[in-house]
């Protein structure tokens, strides 16, 4: 769970980084960034879940499962009423769908993969689940620590022990840190997009509604 002035920070740092990645961005114009920073709160089908625990098939992500704490009881129990989930701390988001493949849904679940290195971009384009090539559990990340060295000897030693330049002489990006697309919808499928939606005076939400009806609802940085 992460605090209103650390979610600001990190969230313009992860805008800068991303506005810089023109290769994955390919044209388009950056609009929003948004980071998975605490629980999803979820009524899906009608059937409430706070936290959501996604199912299924998803990417992996090196990162360790973040220990936030649970939601309180009155959310946890979906006896709150109207927006009283907001007030609660450990929710950082909320889904709306009528189907566990809504949009919506597989968005958020991809985020929760990735274990707070994920987070959500909105383009002229496109809305995306993005996470940096090093942070995606790759095969072969189990193996040995003398597997791992030998490997890392290779790459140095086919590089010369240097990072490789672009032609106009700038160092050149490491791979590590070049965008991985994980989920993604066009933008024409985003049917509404709420800027700062305000759900109360203290927390605001940004809001995303898709073309099949579902909603996600995540932390506004302020």
Known sequence: MTNES???MRTKKRHDSVAGQSEWLNGETLEMVRLYSGHFLALIANQPAAPHAPIGDLPKCKSK???WPLPT?????NEFLADEWVYDPAIHGRILATEPDSDAVRCANHMIAGRTRA????????LAV??????IEQPGDGESGIGKLLGRFTK???TGGQ???HDDGKPAQDADEKLATWWETARPKVYKVFYGRVHSDIRPFSAFQ?????????RDPG
């Open 119 to 126: 987070f959500l971009a909105l383009t002229s384009r496109r």
């Open 6 to 8: 650390t979610l600001k």
């Open 65 to 67: 499962e973040p220990k």
């Open 156 to 158: 140095a030693k086919d």
């Open 73 to 77: 009881e009155l959310v946890s129990g």
């Open 210 to 218: 898709f073309a099949d009806g579902s909603i996600l609802e995540i």
């Open 130 to 135: 993005a996470i940096d090539h090093g942070d």
């Open 163 to 165: 990072v490789a330049d």
